[in-house]
């Protein structure tokens, strides 16, 4: 029982810091590097432009697979550990929850937006600006979720006994 108790809570520790690192490296090192200020400052339609933001975009789609993934995870370890007795568990499930919801909100319509605006052209438009700065906050609050998560997960590393 102590073996699967740790075993969960590492599930967990671990889905929590995938989560927050790779949001961490996108927003901060893989978006900027490849759509740095000289390809922005590139006029519309430029095929340098355009291969950094379908790169940014493939990169986004990856990183919103991998938080469904690490967001389903988390959550199945906390709900598992809750069973077993450890009340904090649950609580802890709450963060990655909701960013499996930012993730999905990403991938299944603010991206496909974005590229669909892309498509037709329209990146000059409020509405892309809108877009990209929606996409750009999910990423910020998947961010703050995943700290949170890993706040949390400090508190399952003893088990039904850390409550």
């Known amino acids: 029982m102590r073996a699967v108790i740790k075993l969960l809570g ?3 520790r671990l889905s929590a810091g995938a989560l927050f690192g790779a949001q961490l490296f996108f927003a901060a090192v893989a978006a900027p590097s490849a759509f740095n200020r000289e390809v922005a400052a590139l006029p519309q339609g430029h095929p340098l432009r ?4 379908d790169l940014v975009g493939r990169e986004l789609a990856a990183l919103d697979r991998l938080a469904l993934t690490c967001a389903a ?3 199945i370890a906390a709900i598992l550990l809750a069973r077993r007795g450890s009340a904090i568990a649950l609580r ?3 963060p990655p929850v909701l ?3 930012c993730a ?3 991938a299944m319509l603010v991206t496909p937006a974005i590229h ?3 498509a037709q052209g329209s990146t000059a438009t409020p509405a892309f600006g809108r877009l990209h700065a929606l996409s750009t906050a999910l990423v910020a609050v998947e961010l703050l979720l995943g700290a949170l ?3 949390r997960a400090g508190a399952l590393q003893g088990g039904p006994s850390a409550d």
């Open 10 to 12: 590492f599930v967990y």
């Open 50 to 53: 355009t291969a950094a933001a």
């Open 104 to 106: 999905a909100a990403s």
């Open 149 to 151: 998560a890993l706040w």
């Open 92 to 94: 802890a499930a709450l």
């Open 73 to 75: 995870l988390a959550v």
């Open 116 to 118: 669909a605006l892309r």
């Open 99 to 101: 960013i499996g919801l």
